[in-house]
């Protein structure tokens, strides 16, 4: 089984509707992320948690919210999705144990269309 | 605020030729930066990282970068291409200020041909 894991895996939903993209970890680790990956664009932060109750806003955080249920869960929502939210979604966690905040440990990603 | 930008979109070798991918950061504190790979249908793995150590950084499938800190770069090389290099390549950076998170630059595909 993969460390972290995303679900859905795939979606496509209706402008309007309400959508949750879920991640969960197995590697133990405190911090979490949500990036968002466009073609030409890169990986862009929406929002990142260094503990349960920490969240902050990364660079495009509009039009998403974020719950931390436990150490292992990590959940990100659209709560009207739009067509330009249209993206690949990756999670990802980090162990600042390692020294470093770099090393990113990503799931497989989630595809998510809105039409 | 930290950034970098990595030059050219699409590059292009032939198997067995040196390997440059371009990457400049800015940061008003001492970076930490990384190059990532992501194979088509995958998600991101390191490929090397920079935390203030030594300059010249080796990483998996002998890829090397090095930290200029006077030029603000720290480009990927690798000196024979395998086909299996083809992906996309993307250059990040960090610190070790509390709260930083991890930004990406745009990535660089990588087509290696025959």
């Known amino acids: 089984d993969a460390d972290v894991t995303q679900t859905p895996r795939n979606r496509i939903t209706k402008t309007g509707k309400r959508i949750m993209l879920e991640c969960s970890q197995t590697?133990?680790?405190?911090?979490m992320y949500w990036y968002r990956q466009d073609p030409g664009l890169g990986l862009q932060l929406i929002y990142y948690s260094f503990d349960v109750k920490d969240i902050n806003k990364g660079e495009i955080s509009d039009g998403y919210s974020v719950s931390r249920q436990a150490q292992a869960k990590f959940s990100l929502s659209l709560e009207s999705a739009i067509p330009n939210q249209t993206a690949l979604y990756f999670c990802a966690t980090s162990d600042p144990g390692t020294g470093t905040t770099g090393e990113l440990f990503f799931g497989e990603g989630s595809r998510l269309t809105v039409l | 605020a930290q950034s970098v930008t990595q030059l050219g979109s699409h590059v292009s070798v032939s198997e067995g030729a040196l390997v440059l991918l371009r990457c400049n950061y800015s940061?008003?504190?001492?970076?930490?930066l990384f190059w990532y790979v992501q194979y088509p249908n995958q998600g991101l793995q390191l490929l090397l990282k920079?935390?203030?150590?030594?300059?010249l950084v080796k990483g998996i499938n002998d890829f090397e970068a090095e930290f200029k800190k006077s030029e603000t770069s720290f480009h990927l090389t690798k000196p024979s291409a395998h086909m299996s290099d083809a992906a996309e390549y993307f250059c990040a950076v960090s610190s070790n200020q509390a709260g930083t998170a991890l930004i990406f630059g745009k990535g660089t595909t990588l087509s290696v041909s025959s």
């Open positions: 920079y935390t203030s150590a030594a300059t």
């Open positions: 940061s008003s504190v001492p970076p930490y």
């Open positions: 590697k133990g680790h405190d911090r």
